[in-house]
């Protein structure tokens, strides 16, 4: 308990070290927070565009919508915050840069993730922060207690369904350096098919987010429990409740593949 | 303190044979070494590029595991206890940095602390003792980013001892130094060791960096060890020869000197070598002016790579 304890504030320290080192370069930071800014902006105004045309999307009103894409993006802008940096591995491998992690006395994954955090990445929650506060204004939830810890859970599952696939797919650069785009179809692709209702995707690949890659518990799942809707993949609302089970269970399968992906890169070398 | 027995490490390599068929090829960079090093000994690890070096070190390190053989450092195997042996030793690569680019050298400092949960009070003794070893104060402020070479190494070298490990590997820590810094690295490793008994292991390109620091060397190509000795008996067959490079006022035929052998020309440049012992380079050079006109010169000591080549061609039969 001490010992993690420790690591945490270790945790820490390299954090906010590793925004302070970014602090430093003030102007690509404030272009970079802009730029962030338009395209949030503009992915949101695709889904107004929509509900120009059409009323519903598969039985979803814009505030439903609304709701499912915020939760969705607070969520996906976490997890990029704390370990987005993964996205560079292939480069650091190549580079030599991830031996020198691997002779300390830390976890290879916390170093890598706080090699260089950009606070930039925030902005995207701040976004679909506003997004989500524009749904609840419009909803009209019955709040309970229950929804309320669902809505918070489904924060937080959602992060850590992210996470596992973002991790796992980061390890697949210890067997092969050459598949980041391949890798990144999983994780921001991951984002925004979370961003719309999964009725209006076909039954496979309703089935194929929600029982291989769990995309469909981000988000959509809580938000069904939420809002009271009904469910579009096996009929089942209920499934909201296993959220947090299957947050958990995909985060250890990408911890799984990362501590395989070290051991083959150790007795590999490539 | 280092134990190394029968060390192999095999790697499988895939090359494009066709449009689709690949090849596969076993490369052994490692290739059954044996050695150990004593506790407070300074051992020169040295070898052409390609000779296995890094591989060793990394294996000596804990980064890669071993095909097969045995290995111990610190008393740990390095492979298995990664992260207990990681507080035992300090690792320096040359050509790459373990530092925060960004960062000033201090905050560096301050979160390996953190990594390695070294109690605070420790922590600053010994950044006193090596601030004034390594005369960090004039930088300690300064992004790492914005150090020149010999101040970011004078930098790696406090960040690698800080934990205070008992056994240091430097990997090419001179590695594109100016003479000046290359001295000053050179005389803080000499003293590390005399003082502290810091066992270390070094591998460098530059003989003169093992002249001047290992009492001992291990000398190793394609994998396998070809020397483990004493460096003077290396230095008094090749260290003392070295190579007057001379640029003439015009093309002449090779200079005839009594001592110093013209081994070859190019246009009004000549290589001339010669033995410390038998002469001074300024005696040499005093020889030369007396039967041409001098435009330039200097003087190369031999590398590794010649040394090695030299034991291949029956020039020199070592141990």
């Known amino acids: 308990m001490v010992d993690r304890l420790a690591t945490l504030t270790t945790y820490r320290r390299l954090a906010t ?25 503009s992915e949101f105004l695709a889904i107004l565009v929509i509900f120009h045309h059409l ?30 940096q993964l996205d ?13 992690f691997l002779v300390r006395p830390l976890s290879g994954l916390l170093q890598v993730a706080t090699s260089d955090m950009q606070l930039k990445r925030l902005t995207k929650a701040v976004q679909a922060g506003a997004v989500l506060t524009f749904a609840i204004a419009n909803l009209h939830i019955a709040w309970s207690a229950g929804k309320l810890v669902m809505f918070a859970a489904a924060i937080g599952s959602g992060a850590a369904i992210f996470s596992g696939v973002w991790i796992a797919g980061s390890a697949i650069g210890f067997w092969t350096t050459d598949i980041q785009e391949v890798v990144n179809s999983f994780t921001y692709g991951g984002n925004y098919l979370t961003s719309y209702p999964i009725n209006i995707f076909g039954v496979w690949t309703r089935r194929f987010l929600a029982f291989v890659v769990p995309m469909a518990f981000v988000a959509y ?26 947050a958990v269970l995909t985060l250890s399968v990408g911890l799984g593949v990362w501590r395989a992906g070290v051991r083959h890169y150790r007795s590999t070398g490539s | 303190m280092i134990e190394v027995s029968d060390l192999r490490k095999t790697f499988t390599v895939y090359r494009r044979a066709g449009r689709l068929r690949r090849e596969r090829r076993q490369v052994t960079a490692v290739d059954g070494v044996s050695f150990s090093v004593e506790p407070g000994e300074m051992v020169g690890y040295i070898g052409p590029n390609g000779a296995g070096k890094s591989t060793t070190i990394k294996m000596l390190t804990g ?49 390996l602390r953190h990594i390695y949960r070294v109690p605070g009070a420790d922590h600053r003794r010994r ?86 620091l290992c009492p001992r060397m291990v000398i190793i190509d394609r994998g396998r060890v070809l020397y483990d000795g004493g460096t003077a008996e290396i230095a008094a067959r090749f260290g003392a020869e070295r190579t007057l490079v001379v640029d003439l ?10 001592r110093g052998l013209v081994v070859r ?9 010669f033995r410390s012992e038998e002469m001074t380079a300024a005696a040499l050079i005093a020889a030369i002016s007396e039967q041409a006109q001098l435009v330039d010169l200097s003087i190369e000591e031999p590398d590794i790579e010649e040394v090695v080549r030299r034991v291949y061609t029956g020039e020199a039969v070592l141990a």
């Open chain 1, 17 to 41: 070290a590793s925004m302070r080192a970014r602090a430093q370069y003030r102007l690509t930071f404030g272009l970079d927070f802009a730029a962030q800014l338009v395209a949030g902006v």
């Open chain 1, 55 to 84: 009323p519903r999307l598969g039985g979803w009103s814009l505030p439903e919508v609304a709701f499912l894409y915020g939760l969705a993006g607070i969520s996906f802008a976490l997890t990029d915050a704390l370990i987005g």
């Open chain 1, 88 to 100: 560079t591995l292939g480069q650091m491998i190549r580079m030599g840069t991830f031996d020198v």
């Open chain 1, 221 to 246: 799942y809580p938000s069904l429990f939420i809002l009271g809707k009904p469910d579009a993949v096996i009929g089942l609302p209920a499934l909201a409740f296993v959220t947090p089970l299957i």
């Open chain 2, 63 to 111: 980064i890669l595991v071993p095909s097969s053989g045995w290995l111990l450092v610190a008393g740990l195997t390095p492979a298995r206890r990664r992260t207990e042996l990681a507080k035992r030793i300090g690792v320096v690569f040359g050509n790459r940095t373990q530092l925060w680019w960004d960062l000033p050298l201090r905050d560096s400092f301050e979160l």
């Open chain 2, 127 to 212: 950044i006193a003792e090596l601030r004034g070893l390594l005369d960090l104060d004039p930088f300690l402020d300064t992004p790492v980013r914005q150090l020149s070479l010999g101040q970011r190494m004078r930098g790696e070298l406090t960040a690698a001892l800080l934990h205070a490990p008992d056994v240091l590997f430097l990997d090419e820590p001179t590695v594109g130094l100016d003479i000046v810094s290359k001295a000053r690295v050179r005389d803080f490793l000499a003293q590390l060791n005399r003082e502290r008994g810091v066992t270390t292991l070094l591998t460098t390109h530059d003989l003169s960096d093992i002249e001047r």
């Open chain 2, 249 to 258: 006022a015009e093309t002449r035929p090779p200079l005839h000197l009594a």
């Open chain 2, 265 to 273: 020309t190019d246009g009004p440049r000549q290589w001339i070598r």
